[in-house]
């Protein structure tokens, strides 16, 4: 079973735009929630975390928004740049406390010049 | 720093062999993980420790050993290898901080095995 999903593979937005990417997850025990981007032959990079006592995060261009009723998670990148593009995982801890991560299938953004 | 350090970069084995993917992290974090990339699945935890001489299981174990001996060095051993351990192999880690861990990852180890 999946517990945190990615519904979307890929996603392509014009440079200057709004890229909204989207996370649902299953579980309402989770309490910590990140987003990594990786390039291609690189690993994952941290990008952005957000706890479940908050509903916003802000860092430069980027927002994640919780959504606790919903169980989802959304990624705002404004305004989108061409180095943006990649693949983006969305993930977050099991609600034992121990360090055992679960991420998302990822998408795939490509911002267009 | 050099961060996370992982190698080889590159490996082909055949069916059966052994072999071990070294990880190293120069940052003193206490926990340390091995993760899989495949198509379409995401990242999944193989094992995890989170500190020398405490190792645990994450989601898909079964073929894979791992020991930590010290705190910069997470080995990961593939003890028969098979073809359904085709795959990216990423080392991260982080320190132990309740809502503030972040993981930093290595580049990865792309291995096949035919």
């Known amino acids: 079973d999946q517990q945190v999903k990615q519904n979307s593979p890929s996603l392509s937005v014009q440079e200057g735009r709004i890229s909204i990417l989207n996370c649902d997850y299953t579980?309402?025990?989770?309490?910590?929630f990140l987003w990594y981007k990786k390039y291609p032959a690189e690993g994952p990079t941290f990008l952005i975390s957000?706890?479940?006592?908050?509903d916003k995060n802000e860092d430069g261009r980027f927002t994640v928004f919780l959504n606790k009723s919903a169980k989802h998670l959304s990624l705002h990148i404004v305004p989108s740049q061409p180095g943006d593009s990649a693949v983006y995982f969305c993930a977050t801890r099991r609600p034992s406390g121990t360090y055992k991560y679960i991420f998302g299938t990822g998408t795939r953004l490509k911002v267009l010049a | 720093n050099a961060g996370v350090t992982q190698t080889p970069k590159f490996q082909v084995l055949k069916t059966g062999q052994s072999m071990t993917l070294q990880c190293a992290q120069d940052m003193n974090h206490e926990y340390m993980s091995w993760y899989r990339q495949d198509p379409g699945m995401g990242l999944r935890l193989i094992h995890y420790s989170v500190g020398a001489g405490i190792t645990d299981q994450g989601e898909v174990p079964n073929g894979y050993n791992v020991s930590r001996s010290t705190t910069e060095d997470f080995p990961l051993r593939l003890l028969s290898a098979a073809p359904s351990q085709t795959s990216v192999y990423f080392c991260a880690s982080s320190y132990r901080g309740y809502l503030t861990d972040t993981q930093y990852f290595g580049p990865g180890t792309r291995l096949t095995v035919l």
């Open positions: 579980n309402s025990m989770f309490d910590y």
């Open positions: 957000i706890s479940s006592i908050k």
